[in-house]
């Protein structure tokens, strides 16, 4: 799959969306936010994660992959209700991490943390553009589509609580380059959701019933995307024979000028 690059804006659509950004709260949040969230959507994770069960915060919560993260903003809040300190430092030995410890693998590379000893779990983040180290997070510049990636992520995500080194979560916050052809940017949402649903059914943690009755949390995925008739049918088609529960939600921090949306996905089944 392929993005085409972003247009440059024309001069009135540019003073346009300048002044749009500073009338907006989450921009001005960000800006002045301690924990300097590389990114206007961390306000979105956060929203989602306060009002719909606090799903990151849960102890039993121990693996994560955040898909397209980069620039690292979801990846900041996940390692925050992991546990770890999330303070702005230019150094990447000040958050325990090794020396630009790039690891390689099939041609990708990976930041691995060092010496964990105030966050929970494993976080992976994966990404085609490299991003500055996040303290707790497993960076892997690579696709996630390309051969051998699923194996490359297990492989980080394995623990001895771990051992299959599954997902209990899957995030992904991806979007294509507008084109202004609502056509084509509805096919390129649809894209992006089969790609990321393909890879989350051999990633994600199933749910189980146990002989008492009592039943797993199972696999969670929270997927953006864009409202249209052939994403309703993604979502009767694949999502909703597949998981649990299936919430449609649009964020408060989301513009109320646009299509985006997510979709949460609770317990994963494993049918497909």
């Known amino acids: 799959m392929t993005f085409r690059p972003t247009l440059p804006l024309h001069k009135k659509s540019s003073t346009a969306w300048l002044a749009r950004q500073s009338r907006d709260p989450f921009v001005k949040a960000r800006?002045?936010?301690?924990?300097?969230?590389?990114?206007?959507?961390?306000?979105?994770?956060?929203?989602?994660?306060?009002k719909w069960g606090r799903f990151l915060s849960r102890p039993s919560v121990r693996s994560v992959v955040d898909l397209g993260a980069a620039p690292g903003g979801w990846s900041q809040v996940v390692a925050e209700n992991f546990g770890w300190t999330l303070e702005a430092v230019d150094n990447a030995e000040d958050f325990g991490l090794r020396e630009e410890a790039k690891v390689q693998k099939r041609g990708s590379w990976s930041t691995e943390p060092m010496n964990k000893t105030t966050g929970r779990g494993n976080i992976v983040a994966l990404d085609l553009l490299p991003m500055v180290p996040i303290p707790g997070v497993q960076m892997l510049q690579m696709d996630f589509l390309a051969p051998g990636s699923a194996r490359i992520v297990r492989d980080a995500l394995k623990s001895s609580q771990n051992p299959e080194g599954t997902a209990d979560i899957v995030l992904s916050d991806m979007a294509a380059n507008f084109s202004g052809s609502k056509i084509r940017d509805?096919?390129?949402?649809?894209?992006?959701?089969?790609?990321?649903?393909?890879?989350?059914?051999?990633?994600?943690?199933?749910?189980?019933?146990?002989?008492?009755?009592?039943?797993?949390?199972?696999?969670?995925?929270?997927?953006?995307?864009?409202?249209?008739?052939?994403?309703?049918?993604?979502?009767?088609?694949?999502?909703?024979?597949?998981?649990?529960?299936?919430?449609?939600?649009?964020?408060?921090?989301?513009?109320?000028?646009?299509?985006?949306?997510y979709w949460l996905c609770r317990g994963w089944l494993g049918r497909t």
Do not use: W
């Open 31 to 50: 800006l002045s936010s301690p924990s300097s969230y590389r990114s206007r959507a961390a306000y979105k994770l956060i929203e989602l994660n306060d």
């Open 186 to 261: 509805s096919q390129m949402s649809l894209d992006i959701c089969h790609a990321v649903f393909d890879f989350a059914k051999g990633a994600l943690t199933i749910r189980t019933v146990d002989e008492r009755g009592k039943a797993s949390c199972g696999g969670i995925l929270l997927l953006k995307h864009f409202a249209h008739p052939l994403l309703q049918e993604f979502r009767k088609e694949h999502l909703e024979p597949n998981f649990h529960l299936v919430h449609y939600i649009k964020p408060e921090s989301s513009r109320a000028d646009s299509a985006e949306g």
